[in-house]
C-alpha cells in the first residue's frame, strides 16, 4: 500500500505533514495557472481532495494503480474545473496532462462523495430519535433490540417509526435542488 494512502487512513501526522508540504505547492500553481484562482481556492481544493482520496481509500477493493501524486493531482485538477465553472464562470483549460490519469474514474468518486455528503447533511436534520433509530438499523440491529433500547411497544411500532424516518429522510434528500443533478 501506497505510505501516504496508509498514512492518511492511520491519521499519520508527519506523512500527513510530508504530503502539505511536497504537495501543496503544485496544487497553487495549478489552481494559479489561469489567473483567476487564489490561494484560498488551492487550500479549498487541497482540502476537498484529501477528504475524496480518504473516502476513496476506505472502500475494502481500492487499489491505488498510479503513484499518488497522479492521483491526487488528477483529482485536484477535476476539482478546479468545477469550481471554477461555478465560482467564476469560467472554464479553465490545461495542457494535455495524460500524465495524471487514473484507472480510477476521478468524477465516479467526486459524484459519490457529493451524493453521500447530502445524505449526511440531510440526516443531521432528522430529529434525535430518528438519527438513532436509523443508525441502529443501519448498523443491523434488529427491531426486537431496538425496542428494548429505545423503549418501543413493540417490535411493530418501532418497524413504524423507522418506515416513516426512513421516508422523512428521503423526503428531505429529493427536496434539495442538488438531489436531481447527483441522481442523473
Request: with cysteine.
Amino acid at each position: 500500500m501506497d505510505k501516504y494512502i496508509k498514512g492518511l487512513l492511520t491519521n499519520d501526522s508527519s506523512i500527513i505533514r510530508e504530503i502539505y508540504s511536497e504537495y501543496y505547492p503544485s496544487i497553487v500553481a495549478l489552481v494559479k495557472k489561469n489567473k483567476i484562482g487564489n490561494e484560498d481556492d488551492a487550500w479549498g481544493i487541497f482540502q476537498e481532495a484529501l477528504a475524496l482520496i480518504l473516502v476513496k481509500a476506505r472502500e475494502p477493493n481500492f487499489e491505488l494503480t498510479s503513484s499518488f501524486f497522479s492521483f491526487f493531482y488528477g483529482i485536484c485538477k477535476f476539482l478546479w474545473k468545477n469550481e471554477s465553472k461555478k465560482k467564476y464562470r469560467t472554464e479553465v483549460t490545461f495542457e494535455d496532462d495524460s500524465t495524471y490519469i487514473n484507472e480510477v474514474n476521478i468524477e465516479t468518486v467526486i459524484h459519490e462523495s457529493n451524493q453521500m455528503n447530502l445524505y449526511r447533511e440531510k440526516f443531521k436534520e432528522l430529529g434525535e430519535r430518528c438519527q438513532k433509530l436509523l443508525e441502529l438499523r443501519f448498523g443491523r440491529i434488529s427491531f426486537k433490540e431496538i425496542v428494548k433500547i429505545m423503549g418501543y411497544a413493540n417490535e411493530n411500532a418501532a418497524k413504524q417509526q423507522g418506515f416513516k424516518c426512513k421516508q422523512q429522510l428521503i423526503k428531505k434528500i429529493k427536496a434539495d435542488n442538488r438531489y436531481k443533478e447527483l441522481s442523473s
